[in-house]
C-alpha cells in the first residue's frame, strides 16, 4: 500500500547547527503536511504544501515539495532549544481525505 | 471555541474492563479521526467519520474497538474488555472540507493495569 518514508529516526545537533528531515512516498500525493509534537505534547500542523516544486518558509523553517510531488523535506536553520521535539511529514490520499504518516524525524539537542 | 477537546486526559484501569473516550471536534469541522499513539512512534489511525457517518476503519482495530459520532457532533472511541496491550496515548483530530490540515485534541493517556 501507499506509504512515507521519513528519515533520519533521530537528529542529534548542537544547538545554532542547521537541521533537516526528509520525506519519500511510493506513490504521487495529493499535498504534504507537516507536523510538530513536542515532548509529551500532540501533534500542531505546521503547514501544507500542495503545488509541485513548492517552497515555503516560517522564520527559520524551510519546506519544500518535490517537482514529482513524491518528497518533500522541512530545513530548520539554527536550530534552538525551542526546536525540540518530533517532526512528522503526512502525504494527503486524496481518495479518503486521510493522511498517511512518516514515521518522524526526533531532534534533540546535544547539550 | 479552542479547538479539539479530550477527555478524560488520563485513564487508569484494570484489565478486562471497559472504558469510553470522548471527543469534541472543532464545530465546523466535519472531518473527525482517531488515531492511537504510543512512545517513540508516529499516530496509528483507528477510524474515520464524516458528519455522523463513520467512513473507514482500521484493520488492525480488534472487535473489541467501536466509535461512535452521533448527529456529526461529539464522537465517543470505546474499549471492550481492555488488554495491558491496549496502553496508548489516544488522539483526536478533526478537519473541514476546505482545509485539509488537521486539528489535534491534547489526547486521552490510557494504563491497562
Known amino acids: ?111 | 471555541d479552542t479547538g479539539v477537546s479530550q477527555n478524560p486526559r488520563h485513564k487508569i484501569t484494570k484489565r478486562g474492563q471497559n472504558v469510553t473516550f470522548r471527543c469534541d471536534p472543532i464545530s465546523e469541522h466535519n472531518r473527525l479521526y482517531w488515531y492511537r499513539q504510543t512512545l517513540g512512534q508516529g499516530p496509528e489511525f483507528l477510524t474515520y467519520f464524516q458528519n455522523e457517518a463513520q467512513l473507514e476503519k482500521s484493520r488492525l482495530l480488534s472487535d473489541r474497538f467501536s466509535a461512535e459520532r452521533p448527529k456529526g457532533s461529539f464522537s465517543t472511541l470505546e474499549i471492550q474488555r481492555t488488554e495491558q496491550g491496549d496502553s496508548a496515548m489516544y488522539l483526536c483530530a478533526s478537519s473541514s472540507s476546505d482545509w485539509y490540515g488537521y486539528t489535534f485534541g491534547s489526547g486521552t493517556r490510557l494504563t491497562v493495569v
Open chain 1, 1 to 111: 500500500g501507499q506509504q512515507v518514508m521519513q528519515i533520519p529516526q533521530y537528529q542529534h545537533v548542537q544547538e545554532g547547527e542547521d537541521f533537516t528531515t526528509y520525506c519519500n512516498s511510493s506513490t504521487t500525493l495529493s499535498n504534504i503536511q507537516w507536523y510538530k509534537q513536542r515532548p509529551g505534547g500532540h501533534p500542531v500542523f505546521l503547514i501544507q504544501l500542495v503545488k509541485s516544486g513548492e517552497v515555503k518558509k516560517q522564520k527559520r523553517l524551510t519546506f519544500q515539495f518535490g517537482e514529482a510531488k513524491k518528497n518533500s523535506s522541512l530545513h530548520i536553520t539554527a536550530t534552538q532549544t525551542t526546536d525540540v521535539g518530533t517532526y512528522f511529514c503526512a502525504g494527503l490520499r486524496a481518495s479518503n481525505y486521510q493522511l498517511i504518516w512518516g514515521a518522524g524525524t526526533k531532534l534533540i539537542i546535544k547539550p
